[in-house]
């Protein structure tokens, strides 16, 4: 049970939008930055959104990133095919001074 | 360009330890942190811990107190991640990672900028 919930799986068709939540509590998303990391099958996670809904350079600004009070938000429009991938959301729990993680969302890209 | 290179799989028995190397370059090592992280087959990502590359000092999650020891070695720019005991569901692929954002004395604004290639560590029974 991850301390963070994301949704298993969504999915859309090419070109759609695609909207994956992160919801938390207080003493993690509530007071702290958001930060979001794609993975492809068999490779490391990338950062994709960071402080919430900061871009690092070389993200498209089809990936967005938004936050309001325990609940976080990556936004996906345009989608491709090779956007098929797993999305994680990540913060900083403060309770426990340690990292944490949400349990991941499989984007199907139909 | 920053870099963050592992070191090879591992395969370990039960009861065994391993040592995974986390070897960084393109950046001062002193100014940031170097986190590790796992993912178990199939499963998500879990936090296990940080190191400063400034002064060594470690926060590790309470699931690995006791087990796990980080440590880095400046003069190579290297991390190391040591976890004993080792258990069959240990089997998992383990990453460092960069921190960048800083913490203030309450909190963490950070996020990994920056990850390893994964070492697979397989435990057999």
């Known amino acids: 049970q991850s301390v963070l919930t994301q949704p298993p799986s969504v999915s859309a068709a090419p070109g759609q939008k695609v909207t994956i939540s992160c919801s938390g509590s207080?003493?993690?998303?509530?007071?702290?930055?958001v930060s979001w990391y794609q993975q492809f099958p068999g490779t490391a996670p990338k950062l994709l959104i960071y402080?919430?809904?900061k871009r690092p350079s070389g993200i498209p600004d089809r990936f967005s990133g938004s936050k309001s009070a325990t609940s976080a938000t990556l936004d996906i429009t345009g989608l491709q095919t090779g956007d098929e991938a797993d999305y994680y959301c990540?913060?900083?729990?403060?309770?426990?001074?340690?990292?944490?993680f949400g349990g991941g969302t499989k984007l199907t890209v139909l | 360009q920053v870099q963050l290179v592992q070191s090879g799989a591992e395969v370990k028995k039960a009861g065994a330890s391993v040592k995974v190397s986390c070897k960084t370059s393109?950046?001062?090592?002193?100014?940031?942190?170097i986190s590790w992280v796992r993912q178990a087959p199939g499963q998500g990502l879990e936090w296990m811990g940080w190191?400063?590359?400034?002064?060594?000092?470690?926060n590790y999650a309470q699931k690995f107190q006791g087990r796990v020891t980080m440590s880095t070695d400046t003069s190579t720019n290297t991390a190391y991640m040591e976890l004993t005991s080792l258990k069959s569901d240990d089997t998992a692929l383990y990453y460092c990672?960069?921190?960048?954002?800083?913490?203030?004395?309450?909190?963490?604004?950070?996020?990994?900028?920056?990850w390893g290639q994964g070492t697979l560590v397989t435990v057999s029974s």
């Open positions: 393109g950046y001062t090592f002193n100014n940031y942190v």
């Open positions: 190191i400063s590359g400034f002064n060594g000092k470690t």
């Open positions: 990540g913060t900083w729990e403060s309770s426990l001074s340690t990292w944490v």
């Open positions: 207080s003493s993690n998303i509530g007071n702290n930055y």
């Open positions: 990672a960069r921190e960048g954002g800083y913490c203030s004395s309450s909190s963490c604004y950070t996020h990994f900028d920056y």
């Open positions: 402080d919430s809904d």
